[in-house]
């Protein structure tokens, strides 16, 4: 696979984003330095690879890899102290209820000043050489996020913003600086979903790097098996559901490769819990698979 | 912490809450079949339902206002005709009407219609789809012939962001608002310093945007003046509505660990709310488990036998791993909630009857 400056990964929701983005950090920090985007507030990527963020906004899991928590609040209060200079003034407005307004007045504003700074972030990436990978949300608000610049350019049909906004577009136009991951389960609904994503990411013209089938089970019984296990009442369902769900990832691999995605499969980890461990084997399954060079 | 399943058919409303992507649209439909073949007549709104689902609930090219779902081979209760209806939510209609119906006259109407701030805003600001799923619940909810309305709501990252949409919507409309960016500026020297800021903020965005932001903020905010107390009025109805005793309020998530830690987050923001939480239904819950020993006397090859034994530890460890995520959810579980578990499908729901075996399957945990 080749290797962008920006990995944004999404998907349906449950198909394990945060780990996959987790994992692919881990992966790509043995190699060069990393930071792991965390975008949902919940820091369900950072907390996977140990990083103790508290009430800061980024933290240093290991000599190549850090984390940074953003979010489009914050990303507002910054923008807002740049252009209205006067502290006291853009102070008390951040703290205000009529605060409402701004959103109001340009909806999208947020998400695009997160859109704006990620661009920023991946210009000093690639001066860094380093690899940023984003915990992004769930693919309907991760496709809304990326189209944000368009609109905005709609609302703002000159000036400044309307400058920032074509700049973000022709980021996440650069292949080699911006792809898109989609993470996918052996279910219809997450499959139907990943092609979805993709058909509309393709339209938007932006890099879909690949998709991720994540929890893809070994098949573990033969059709022969599966047929003396008659008797068996509900061990046989048991074998059959296993088989069933191979199938599904054998047909999610399939419909994703027609349309042109390349597929990388992480293993189903039967496990009681998901821990460091966990993560560090599917990071190094990740990297044999994708980053191999 | 109750024991048993409340029998929802009972409420006049049941809210379904919860993360993104747990089935809170499948549950809908489900507890909204559940309480229809038991003789009510019930209406249940969707907001973003898969492609399956609307078939199921013929709703394909969507329907903006409840429409019958024919509940051929569902039986009602005996003597008991079943009513369903099913509707999916459209925010933009529903606020153009909300609209319509406050606005003094239809050139009010007309202006705030074409103004650009409510086009963006109805369509746009986070919030505005959650404010009009209330104000849809409370038309349903006002209609004496239904006995029951189930309400999906949309995803959220926060319970709150829904029950809290009508309040931030209304700051936004408030009529101190209004006489602050309506009032010519030698007069501004009254208002609050806070006000003055929105001001400026609002003005170096013009700058920046090369847009007239102030003045359309100022048209909006002007046109809704007369409507304000109709909208506060809806936004307050709505709200004794959810806060009432015969309302369910019913959280849905999944036993993946992600999951249960938003689920906890979310149980903890509705009652700060002072919102009760009746339910919590764990959906896509895995079945008890086949014994072992039925394994050994089989009469089977023994390789067969190993790799039945091994499948069965697999599943043993999913299954350890969900009751691990059971008990942090039972730790957040509110005073007088039950917590339920729903059985996954052996696959995804495709048809009414697949709904209502899912409410059928619901037990206690």
Redesign the interface.
């Known amino acids: 696979m080749k290797l962008s400056r920006v990995f944004f990964i999404t998907g349906k929701g449950g198909t394990g984003k945060s780990t996959v983005a987790a994992a692919l950090a881990l992966a790509l920090s043995r190699r060069r330095p990393t930071t792991l985007a965390d975008l949902d507030g919940r820091l369900a990527a950072a907390d996977i690879v140990g990083a103790a963020l508290g009430d800061s906004a980024s933290a240093r899991v290991s000599d190549s890899l850090e984390v940074v928590a953003l979010s489009q609040r914050a990303e507002l209060h910054s923008f807002i102290k740049r252009i209205v200079p006067v502290s006291a003034i853009s102070e008390r407005m951040l703290r205000s209820r009529t605060f409402g307004y701004v959103t109001a007045a340009l909806p999208g504003l947020e998400a695009f000043l997160l859109m704006e700074r990620l661009r920023i972030m991946a210009g000093e990436a690639a001066l860094q050489d380093r690899h940023i990978v984003i915990d992004a949300p769930a693919s309907g608000t991760a496709l809304e996020l990326l189209a944000v610049a368009s609109g905005v350019k709609g609302i703002a049909p000159a000036g400044t913003l309307n400058r920032l906004a074509a700049a973000v577009e022709e980021f996440l136009a650069d292949q080699g600086l911006f792809s898109a991951v989609i993470t996918v389960t052996p279910e219809e609904l997450a499959m139907r979903e990943a092609l979805d994503t993709a058909r509309v990411l393709q339209k938007m013209r932006i890099e879909v790097a690949g998709a991720i089938l994540n929890r893809s089970p070994l098949p573990l019984f033969t059709d022969s098996e599966l047929r003396v296990l008659d008797t068996l009442g509900e061990h046989r369902l048991l074998a059959h559901r296993r088989v069933s769900e191979r199938e599904a990832a054998d047909k999610a691999r399939e419909h994703l490769e027609r349309a042109g995605i390349p597929v990388f499969e992480l293993p189903m980890l039967y496990r009681a819990a998901i821990g460091a461990r966990e993560v560090s084997a599917l990071s190094r399954k990740l990297a044999a698979a994708m980053i191999a060079e | 912490m109750s024991s048993r399943p409340p029998d929802f058919t009972r409420f006049r409303v049941v809210v379904c809450l919860g993360?993104?992507?747990?089935g809170k649209t499948t549950m809908s439909a489900a507890l909204a079949i559940m309480s229809a073949s038991r003789g009510r007549a019930v209406d249940v709104m969707t907001v973003?339902p898969?492609?399956?689902l609307l078939d199921a609930l013929g709703l394909e090219g969507g329907a903006s206002e409840p429409r019958p779902v024919p509940l051929d081979g569902l039986r009602a209760a005996k003597g008991k005709a079943a009513r369903l209806r099913a509707m999916k939510l459209d925010p933009k209609g529903t606020f153009d009407a909300l609209v319509a119906r406050y606005a003094p006259s239809a050139a009010a109407r007309d202006a705030i219609l074409a103004n650009r701030?409510y086009r963006?805003?109805s369509n746009?600001?986070a919030g505005v789809g959650d404010y009009m799923a209330m104000e849809k619940l409370l038309e349903l909810a006002s209609d004496a012939a239904t006995d029951q309305v189930v309400l999906d709501t949309p995803?959220a990252?926060e319970a709150l962001d829904f029950l809290d949409a009508p309040r931030?919507l209304l700051?936004?409309l408030s009529s101190r608002?209004v006489t602050?960016l309506g009032a010519p500026a030698g007069l501004l020297r009254q208002f609050r310093?806070?006000?003055?800021?929105?001001r400026?903020?609002?003005s170096?965005?013009d700058?920046?945007?090369?847009?007239n932001?102030l003045s359309?903020?100022q048209a909006f905010v002007q046109g809704f003046e007369g409507m304000y107390e109709g909208f506060a009025d809806r936004a307050r109805r709505a709200n004794a509505l959810l806060h009432a005793s015969d309302t369910a309020v019913v959280m849905v998530t999944?036993p993946?660990?992600?999951?249960i830690?938003?689920a906890r987050?979310f149980l903890e923001s509705l009652g700060k709310a002072e919102l009760s939480v009746k339910a919590v239904i764990v959906n896509r819950a895995m079945a008890p488990?086949?014994d072992a020993r039925?394994?050994a006397s089989?009469?089977?090859?023994a390789a067969?036998k190993r790799?039945?034994i091994?499948?069965?530890?697999?599943?043993a460890?999913?299954k350890?791993?969900e009751s691990?995520s059971l008990d942090a959810l039972r730790e957040a579980m509110p005073a007088g909630a039950s917590l339920i578990l729903s059985r996954e499908l052996?696959?995804?729901p495709r048809s009414l009857a697949d709904l209502a075996s899912i409410a059928g399957r619901l037990t206690a945990a």
């Open positions: 993360p993104g992507g747990v973003d898969a492609p399956r701030i963006n805003l746009a600001l995803p990252a931030r700051e936004l608002a602050l310093f806070v006000d003055l800021a929105a400026a903020v609002l170096a965005f700058r920046v945007t090369g847009l932001l359309d903020v999944t993946e660990a992600g999951r830690a938003q987050q488990l086949p039925e394994i089989a009469k089977i090859p067969l790799k039945l091994r499948n069965l530890a697999d599943f460890a999913l350890e791993r691990r052996e696959h995804e």
